[in-house]
Structures are given as structure tokens and as C-alpha cells.
């Protein structure tokens, strides 16, 4: 069965950090992280290419979080260091199940193959 479950989500004061989870029960190719909040598209927030050596950033989140990947857990994880309150919404984890480059950074959502469920972050101020 495909999965991609994420965990690490939660609510934290503005200026903390959160570190998200997601394992995929599949080979993932690139994978990626979203976010959305209610009324809005989903939002693109980082990615990582398949050997984890090339990744991209959102300019909102840049140089504040960090995208990562352990390629034998077939996991990716996301460090959100100095938190706003903007920050607040349902994040996503991406996946490409097809090999298309080994340094793409896809951050269109419909590049991606498996969503996983959303986890909260809610950032209070």
C-alpha cells in the first residue's frame, strides 16, 4: 500500500522550532513539502532532490527552514527554525515515485505522485 504519513506537527510560540517527519512506504524519487491554509491554494515551501544534494526554498521561508532526506528510511524531514505566525497551516508532504532527473527540485504540486495526510503547525504570537 502507498503511504506517506507525517508526524511532528503541533502549536509553538513564535521564535521556536518544530521538526516535521515523513516516511513514504515506497522508492521516493524527489520529494517536497507544502502547506495550506483554509481559503488558500497549497503553497509551496521546499524540496529536495533524489540524492539530497540539490534543494529549493520558498523565498518566505528561506534561510529559516531546512529540508532534508534519509534515502535508506525512504523519510524526509523538515526543520522550521524561528517560527512565525504566518507560518500556521496544514504542511504536506510531497512525493515522486517516478525518476524523471537526480537533481530535480520539483515545486509545482502537480509534479509530485503521493500526498501525505497534513500535519497542523500552528505558531501563536
Known amino acids: 500500500q502507498v503511504q506517506l504519513v507525517e508526524s511532528g506537527g503541533g502549536l509553538v510560540q513564535a521564535g521556536g522550532s518544530l521538526r516535521l517527519s515523513c516516511a513514504a512506504s515506497f522508492t521516493t524519487y524527489a520529494m517536497g513539502w507544502f502547506r495550506q491554509v483554509p481559503g488558500k491554494e497549497r503553497e509551496f515551501v521546499a524540496a529536495?532532490?533524489?540524492?539530497?544534494?540539490?534543494?529549493y526554498y520558498a523565498s518566505s521561508v528561506k534561510g529559516r527552514f531546512t529540508i532534508s532526506r534519509d534515502n535508506a528510511k525512504n523519510a524526509e524531514y523538515l526543520q522550521m527554525n524561528s517560527l512565525k505566525p504566518e507560518d500556521t497551516a496544514v504542511y504536506y508532504c510531497?512525493?515522486?515515485?517516478?525518476?524523471?532527473?537526480?537533481?530535480?527540485?520539483?515545486?509545482?504540486?502537480?509534479?509530485?505522485?503521493?500526498w501525505g495526510q497534513g500535519t497542523q503547525v500552528t505558531v501563536s504570537s
Open positions: 510531497a512525493a515522486r515515485a517516478r525518476f524523471i532527473c537526480s537533481a530535480c527540485v520539483p515545486s509545482d504540486p502537480s509534479e509530485y505522485d503521493y
Open positions: 529536495v532532490s533524489w540524492s539530497g544534494g540539490n534543494t
